[in-house]
């Protein structure tokens, strides 16, 4: 059992960044792909940013591509989304997911472990 856990949340400006980070416990971090979701208000929730088991290979949703950057330590058992130039379209709870590696796709919602969300808020 993956246990997830989000911080970095919290209200900005638009044009401002945030980092949110992601700790796993309780699995072999690094035999899983991970991916960030979000859940705009009144909306399902979407795909983000996904990334590799060894940090190969990074994948985007059009709407954050350039703007957002997902990284991982595996060391540190923990995935990492830069989010610059925010806009108060990014208003949203971020979820992190984790899925075993030998799925190919990231950007689908059928993964196996998810954290418990963080709140992000751009005011214009």
């Known amino acids: 059992q993956v246990r997830l856990v989000e911080s970095g949340g919290g209200l900005v400006q638009a044009g401002d960044s945030l980092r949110l980070s992601c700790a796993a416990s309780?699995?072999?971090?690094?035999?899983?792909?991970m991916g960030w979701f979000r859940q705009l208000p009144g909306k399902e929730r979407e795909f983000a940013a996904g990334?590799?088991?060894?940090?190969?290979?990074?994948y985007y949703a059009d709407s954050v591509k350039g703007r957002f950057t997902i990284s991982r330590d595996n060391a540190k058992n923990t995935v990492y989304l830069q989010m610059d130039s925010l806009k108060p379209e990014d208003t949203a709870v971020y979820y992190c997911?984790?899925?075993?590696?030998?799925?190919?796709?990231?950007?689908?919602?059928?993964?196996?472990?998810w954290g418990q969300g963080t709140q992000v808020t751009v005011s214009s």
């Open positions: 309780g699995g072999a971090f690094s035999s899983y792909n």
């Open positions: 997911a984790a899925r075993p590696a030998g799925v190919v796709i990231l950007t689908t919602p059928d993964y196996a472990y």
């Open positions: 990334i590799r088991w060894n940090g190969g290979s990074t």
